[in-house]
Every structure is written in structure tokens, then in C-alpha cells.
């Protein structure tokens, strides 16, 4: 047992931190402080993943031979968590981590020539169609309906809850082909062109009111779509393992070095308030308590990833365990969004809806804080979506502590 | 011992509630908040109507003479229907300044709350003091017969909607002295009294304040010069009583949506409040529901209490209130999955409210402070 990089990775370290120091620039650092829901435009996201393709990055976890970008295990943990440690904007993970490694897996070859190639360059924007609003949880019993026309599916029903739908040239979809007694067994994955006629796609709003084009979720509505049947991923009714495929694909990502970076903003912010006598917010005992406490929490999850990290290096097979990472990750998240609220007080009350708008007022209240309360209504999300706590703590009773 | 609600009590609630339910579904309420307004006229004429307004004055000032259980029932239907109307800020907190004051006082500014001419709110709040209600910067010093303000106010909830202002000043003493504070009333169109209104999260509004050379008459005065620490100290519980009732409320509301959502959304071929653990947190909301209430009524029967009683029952009441509101907030859209998340449904707007509600007039911290350092 040891800590610490060999010499070769803190100097890939260093190289990805001067690759952000150039490309990750002050303009986008703003405009991503702006928003409210971790989102921060179409362009923002585009460019930056544009620059990351030409420094050959885009992908650290696809093979090589498509394109990714050949790291080590070390070097992706490494990689991730600069990004993370310096708020880069996430790469959007539809198309790249979602869609990709099931077309790589399950597509034909078509579908890798016509798919994989936009995906690297950022030239065509994903979205994920499973959720539908009587199937969240238990996805498996969803109702959208594909019909096998021979040449094409007729695609009728709703997807909802669909993370930036807006933008996207495409979207991937749980969708039926067959009602069977199981109902996993009459799922196919679709991809669909959204500028199908027969598409809609409706704005929800959700708890930090980003207006539109700013929302972050959507309901996809599909009356009588034709797709075509080479969309179709694989064998029909096999969808179902395709996406869980893809679930395991998604597992591991490590939340501490972002969680680390949000107790930098806590106690920058705690800094900057008064708390009166020229004291400030970290002078305050009860307050730093909590900060450190919740460090402390972040520290035992930053082990953890460290840990799981190492065994994927040593060419281990990572189960369920990491659904750890999954529940705590968030909630820690979300107890900092929450002290963050209580660090800024009454600031916490005035609301700005569009906050990327330009206005010629000053702030009310320090610059940073309008963000802060729609971030913390927002981030409720994170421990709702991508299989529920709830959810991941059955997963974890059943699958490791076999209950 | 008796905690149950005379007849005229569960008259006023009955009142209130089918006034609610005509005049503040969620729809017609959201329409209201997004007006450009913020409030509805009408509604406010209603309060009147119905004796609303009048309801703490003694009946010498053309008022009700009810008491805080009163105030209670009003602001915790109030709270389930997510009422942005300035009621508490108007009649409970700044009615009771005036309650308080000369009869000079009384007579020229009471009458006009009762009518709902007049709406009040009370500016207190300054960058620099956090939740420290002596930490003055705003001063105001006398020039013959009148006072000159010069100072800023934070985030005075229900500003924007306000004709009249109730105004803590410093006429002496150092910047967090206790000594010193005075409590002065100021027309909004005072010269040198410029606002900036805007919107606040929980759908209400709120307005910064700036006051430059702002001339009063010192017959404005509430209480004696110098000395108005412990009456704003009194009244800002008074109005803590009132938010807890409030919060009682809309936790009220929240806990039913859950049951309800529960019993009726299914997944995996049943209703999701057959898992035992949405049951449990179901329980846990309840609970702290019941503690919730139970503290409301607490602080509401102690406001009287000599002084060291009075301050633990509000932070008291205010540290369980706030906890309970978090609590319940959180647990509601979390149990609702996706659709808590949405502006579309009541759920996140009231988990909303309950937010703010947690630090209004002092956080957690802030109280427990308050409450160790009363013995
Ligand atoms: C901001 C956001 C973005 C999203 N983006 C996408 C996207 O891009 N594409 C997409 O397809 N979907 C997306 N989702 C949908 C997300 O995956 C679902 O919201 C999630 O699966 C939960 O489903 P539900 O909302 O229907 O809640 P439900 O499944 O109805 O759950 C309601 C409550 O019941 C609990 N519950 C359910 N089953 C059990 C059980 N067996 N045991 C204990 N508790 C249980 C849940 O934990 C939750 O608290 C997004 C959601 C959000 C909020």
C-alpha cells in the first residue's frame, strides 16, 4: 500500500493542467458561473469539447481504435479529476459515454462509420430517451411503441425528463417492440433522428426556473415517427441488454475531486460574508464545523474512488460496490449546495431568472450569489436521476450485502 | 391544560380556508405571482372585508383584539395556500410596532391598516449584520424637529408592495451596541428614500432600500429614542411565531401531497408507498410535522413570558421549524422523483417557501446562539 503518482503521471498531470490553463478560458469560466442548472449553451459545450478532441481527449474511455484517447487507467483518474478539480464543463455524456460504447459494442458497422465519427467530433448532439412518465424506476415498463413496418418502425408515445433534448440532432431510445410476459423481453434501442417529421419537443421547467433555450429538461412527444430499420441497435426485443450494458459502462466516475472544489467555493464564499465585529463566516466555529465535516466526508469518498480505482487498475472487476460512489457522491453534493445557501443568508432570497442575461444593474448581493439557491433547488435532481438513492441502496442491500 | 380551538377560532379558520379555496388554488395563485404586481388588490380588500387586517388591534384602535392562537390559525392556512400577500409582514410585524407607539401613532396609522389602504413592511436587514438585528450601520440623527436617515436596508420582504416603512436606526452607540437603536416610521415617498424592487425565489418580492438624507418628523418615533432594541427584539419574535405558523402549513400540505402521490404513483406493479422505506421517511416527515406544530403552539402561548422564556420559546420554536422545513422540503420532491422537480407542480413551490422560511429572521445557527446565550 502506497500513496502518491509515479513521476510519469504528475507529468501528465501537469500537461493536462497547462491544457486547461489554455483552453478553459476566463470568458467560459464565466459564462458557466452563470448557470443555474450546470449547463451553459449549446456553443460553450461544443467548443469545449471541440478543443478537447483536437488535443485528442475527447474520449479517455473509448478504445483507441476508435479514437479515444489511449490513456492508463491512471491517467484517466488523473484526467478526470483535474477537469473536475478546475469546474471544466462535463463533457455532455449522451452521445460519448452513453450511445457510443453500445454502438461500439452491439452496432454494425454502418452504424459505426455513420455514429462514432460525429460523436469524437462533437458534431452531432445526443439525448437519452428512457424515462416516460409512467416509467421512471422501473424503466422496464415502458410504453413507447415501435411497429416493425417492414422497411421502418412507426414510433408513437413520450419520452420525458430528457436532459437537453433542445439541442440534440439525435436521440437514443428504450422503446417496445413486443409486449411479452417479461416485459424486459420486448425492448428494442432505437436511435432517431429528431428532425424526423412527427417529433416535438415540449421545455420543462424545472426548480432553478432557467428559462428557455436554458432548460435543462424536456418531454419528447412522437406521433407516428418513421424510423428506419437500420436505426435499429442490434437484434429487436434485445434492448434491454444493451442498456444494461451501458449501465455498467456508466459506473465509477469519481465525485470527490468536483466535491473538493465545491469546499474551495464554500470557503471562498464564507470569507467574503461578515459576520459583524470584521469577523467572517469562517470565523464562526458552528460554520467551519460543518465545512470541515463535510471535507472530512468527501476525503473518506475520495478513498473510496481511490480504492475502486486502484482494483480497475490491477484489472479487477468492479460490481455494484460503486454504487457507493453514486449515494454518497450526491448527497455530499448536496449538503454543500445547502451550506452554500446558508453561507449567503438573505442573499439566498432574490431571484434572477435568466441569469446569463445581460444586465446593466449591479447584482443584488455579492455576483456569486444568484446562482447559489437555484443550484441547491436544482441539484435535489442529482439524487433522483441516474437510478434513484433510494434505488441504489437496493442495489447495494441486494447485490453486495445479499439481502 | 387545553389545546383545543374555541368556536369563533375554528370559525376564523373556516374563513380563511374557503377563502383559500375560491381565491388561491395553485394556478390562480401562480397567476398572481407572476403578475407584474406580485400580489392581488383584491385579495388584500378581501382581508379587509373579512377582518383580517384588524385582527390584533384592540378594538380602541378600531381592531378585533385577537391574540398570537388567532395569528396562528390566519398564518398557518395562510401557509397552505402559499399566500404571497404581505399579511405578516403588514400586521403582524409592523402592526405590532404600531400596537405599540403613541397613541398619536396609533391613531394616524392604524386606521389605515384595518381599511387596507396601507401596506407595511419593516426594514431591519443590512449587509453587514447577517442575522444580528443591532448591527446598525443606518443612522439617524436629529436636525430640530426631525430626523435625518442616511443608510441601507437588505432584502425587506414585501417591499415592493409597501406604501410605509418601519425603519431601525441607530440614533447612538457604536455599530452592534443594543443601546442606541431607534424605530422610526418613513413613507415610501420620502425624498432620498430610493428602492430597488425585484423577486424573491419562494415567489414573493422584496425590494433594497437606500435612504440619503431622509427627513421624519420625530413624532414618527416608536418608543423612546435609543431604547427600541428590546421592542424590535419583541416583535421579531412575534413575527417568528407567525412564520412557524406559516411553515406548519405548507409542511402540512406537503406532507399530504406524498401520501397521496404515494399511494397513487406505482412502479414496479405497485403504488411506491408500499416500499418500506418511502413508508419511513413518510413517518419521519410526520413526526417532524407533529414536533413542528407542537413548537408553533408552544411559542405561540410563551410570547408573553418574561424575557429569557420568550427568546428560547421563539428559538426554540424556530431551530425545530427550520429543520422540519428542510427535512420535509427535501423528502417531498425527493418522493415525488422527476415530477418534484418541476415549476409545474405545487410540490417544488411550496419546498420553495419552506427554504426560505428556514433562515427568515435568523438560521439554525443563529438561534441555538440565541437560545444558549438565554440561559
Ligand atoms: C434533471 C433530470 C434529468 C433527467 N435526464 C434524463 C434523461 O436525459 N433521459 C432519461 O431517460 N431520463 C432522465 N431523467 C429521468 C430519471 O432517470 C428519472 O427521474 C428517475 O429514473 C426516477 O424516475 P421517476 O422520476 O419516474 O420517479 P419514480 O420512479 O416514480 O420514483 C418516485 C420515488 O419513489 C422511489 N422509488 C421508486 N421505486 C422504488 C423502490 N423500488 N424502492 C424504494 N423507493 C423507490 C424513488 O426513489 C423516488 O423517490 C432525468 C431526471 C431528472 C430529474
Redesign the interface.
Known amino acids: 500500500m502506497q500513496l502518491g503518482f509515479k513521476e510519469e503521471d504528475i507529468k501528465f498531470r501537469d500537461e493536462v493542467r497547462s491544457f486547461i490553463k489554455e483552453t478553459f478560458t476566463d470568458d467560459m469560466r464565466k459564462t458557466l458561473s452563470l448557470s443555474k442548472n450546470g449547463h451553459a449553451g449549446k456553443d460553450l459545450h461544443v467548443k469545449w469539447q471541440k478543443s478537447l478532441y483536437e488535443r485528442g481527449w475527447m474520449a479517455p474511455n473509448w478504445p483507441e481504435q476508435y479514437g479515444g484517447a489511449g490513456f492508463t487507467s491512471t491517467q484517466k483518474y488523473i484526467f478526470e479529476s483535474e477537469m473536475a478539480r478546475e469546474g471544466a464543463p462535463r463533457t455532455i455524456p449522451f452521445g460519448l459515454s452513453m450511445v457510443a460504447p453500445v454502438i461500439m459494442e452491439f452496432g454494425s458497422q454502418e452504424q459505426k462509420d455513420k455514429f462514432l465519427p460525429d460523436i469524437l467530433e462533437s458534431n452531432v448532439w445526443w439525448c437519452q430517451g428512457y424515462?416516460e412518465p409512467?416509467?421512471?424506476?422501473?424503466l422496464a415498463?415502458l410504453q413507447c411503441k415501435a411497429e416493425n413496418q417492414g422497411d421502418h418502425y412507426l414510433v408513437n408515445g413520450t419520452k420525458?425528463?430528457t436532459t437537453m433534448a433542445q439541442y440534440a440532432d439525435w436521440i437514443f431510445c428504450l422503446v417496445r417492440t413486443s409486449k411479452t410476459e417479461k416485459p424486459q423481453e420486448g425492448i428494442s434501442f432505437l436511435l432517431i433522428d429528431m428532425k424526423s417529421p412527427g417529433i416535438e419537443v415540449r421545455p420543462?421547467?424545472?426548480?432553478d426556473?432557467s428559462p428557455e433555450p436554458h432548460q435543462e429538461?424536456n418531454q419528447v412527444f412522437f406521433e407516428d415517427v418513421k424510423v428506419p430499420i437500420e436505426n435499429l441497435i442490434g437484434e429487436e426485443n434485445k434492448g434491454w441488454t444493451y442498456a444494461k450494458y451501458l449501465l455498467e459502462f456508466e459506473r465509477g466516475t469519481a465525485y470527490s475531486p468536483g466535491l473538493y472544489r465545491g469546499i474551495k467555493n464554500l470557503k471562498d464564499i464564507a470569507r467574503d460574508?461578515?459576520?459583524?465585529?470584521g469577523l467572517t463566516l469562517l470565523d464562526?466555529n458552528?460554520?467551519l464545523n460543518k465545512i470541515n465535516e463535510c471535507e472530512i466526508q468527501i476525503q473518506a469518498m475520495e478513498f473510496v474512488e481511490l480504492r475502486i480505482f486502484s482494483a480497475l487498475s490491477a484489472g479487477q472487476r468492479v460490481g455494484p460496490e460503486s454504487s457507493i460512489l453514486k449515494t454518497r457522491g450526491t448527497e455530499i453534493g448536496q449538503y454543500l449546495q445547502?451550506l452554500a445557501?446558508?453561507a449567503i443568508?438573505?442573499?439566498?432570497?432574490?431571484?434572477v431568472?435568466d441569469t446569463f442575461a445581460n444586465v446593466n444593474?449591479p447584482s443584488?448581493?455579492p455576483d456569486y450569489a444568484a446562482t447559489i439557491?437555484?443550484e441547491?433547488?436544482?441539484g435535489?435532481?442529482t439524487?433522483?436521476?441516474a437510478g434513484?438513492n433510494?434505488i441504489q441502496?437496493n442495489i447495494i442491500s441486494k447485490a453486495v450485502l445479499g439481502l | 391544560m387545553d389545546f383545543s380551538f374555541s368556536e369563533e377560532q375554528t370559525l376564523l379558520r373556516n374563513t380563511i380556508q374557503s377563502f383559500i379555496q375560491d381565491n388561491y388554488d395553485f394556478d390562480k395563485r401562480q397567476a398572481i405571482v407572476k403578475s407584474e404586481e406580485g400580489m392581488k388588490q383584491e385579495n388584500w380588500k378581501q382581508f379587509a372585508e373579512l377582518g383580517l387586517l384588524g385582527l390584533p388591534f384592540s378594538e380602541e384602535d378600531g381592531g378585533l383584539n385577537f391574540g398570537s392562537v388567532e395569528t396562528m390559525i390566519v398564518a398557518e392556512e395562510f401557509g397552505k395556500g402559499l399566500v404571497v400577500e404581505p399579511y405578516i409582514q403588514t400586521v403582524v410585524t409592523c402592526g405590532g410596532f404600531l400596537r405599540r407607539a403613541s397613541a398619536s401613532i396609533k391613531e394616524k396609522y392604524i386606521p389605515g391598516i384595518i381599511s387596507g389602504e396601507d401596506i407595511w413592511a419593516f426594514a431591519y436587514?443590512e449587509?453587514?449584520?447577517?442575522?444580528?438585528l443591532n448591527?446598525l450601520t443606518t443612522t439617524a440623527t436629529l436636525d430640530g424637529d426631525h430626523y435625518i436617515i442616511n443608510g441601507y436596508k437588505?432584502?425587506v420582504?414585501g417591499g415592493p408592495w409597501a406604501n410605509k416603512f418601519i425603519v431601525s436606526v441607530r440614533t447612538s452607540g457604536d455599530?452592534?451596541d443594543s443601546d442606541g437603536i431607534s424605530v422610526l416610521i418613513v413613507d415610501k415617498n420620502s425624498e432620498g428614500l430610493s428602492i430597488?424592487d425585484?423577486?424573491?425565489?419562494?415567489g414573493s418580492r422584496?425590494s433594497?432600500i437606500t435612504l440619503e438624507n431622509v427627513s421624519v418628523s420625530k413624532d414618527e418615533l416608536i418608543g423612546e429614542e435609543g431604547k427600541g432594541a428590546e421592542l424590535i427584539e419583541l416583535i421579531v419574535d412575534e413575527t417568528i411565531a407567525a412564520i412557524c405558523s406559516e411553515a406548519i402549513g405548507a409542511m402540512k400540505v406537503l406532507n399530504d401531497a406524498t401520501v397521496e402521490y404515494c399511494k397513487t404513483r406505482?412502479?414496479?406493479?405497485q403504488p411506491i408507498g408500499k416500499?418500506q422505506?418511502?413508508q419511513h421517511r413518510m413517518v419521519d416527515m410526520f413526526m417532524q410535522y407533529e414536533q413542528s406544530v407542537s413548537m408553533t403552539y408552544m411559542v405561540n402561548l410563551k410570547l408573553d413570558e418574561e424575557y429569557a422564556e420568550r427568546r428560547k420559546a421563539a428559538s426554540g420554536a424556530k431551530v425545530q421549524i427550520a429543520k422540519a422545513a428542510?427535512f420535509i422540503g427535501?423528502s417531498a420532491?425527493?418522493l415525488h422523483?422527476?415530477m418534484?422537480?418541476?415549476?409545474?407542480l405545487n410540490v417544488?413551490h411550496y419546498?420553495?417557501r419552506l427554504?426560505?422560511i428556514e433562515?427568515s429572521y435568523g438560521?439554525i445557527?443563529h438561534h441555538?446562539?440565541k437560545y444558549s446565550s438565554a440561559g
Do not use: C
Not at chain 1, 134 to 138: N, P, T
Open positions: 424515462s409512467g416509467s421512471g424506476s422501473d415498463s420525458i425528463w420543462l421547467i424545472t426548480l426556473n429538461v460574508t461578515s459576520i459583524g465585529d464562526d458552528d460554520f445547502e445557501v446558508e443568508g438573505y442573499w439566498s432570497h432574490p431571484f431568472e444593474e443584488i448581493g439557491t437555484p441547491y433547488y436544482n435535489r435532481k439524487t433522483i436521476y434513484s433510494e441502496r | 436587514a449587509p453587514q449584520g447577517r442575522y444580528n448591527d437588505s432584502v420582504s455599530q452592534r430597488r425585484y423577486p424573491t425565489v419562494d422584496a433594497e406505482k412502479q414496479f406493479g416500499f422505506v418511502l428542510k427535501q420532491v425527493q422523483g422527476g418534484g422537480m418541476t415549476d409545474e417544488g419546498f420553495k427554504s426560505m433562515n438560521n445557527d441555538l446562539k
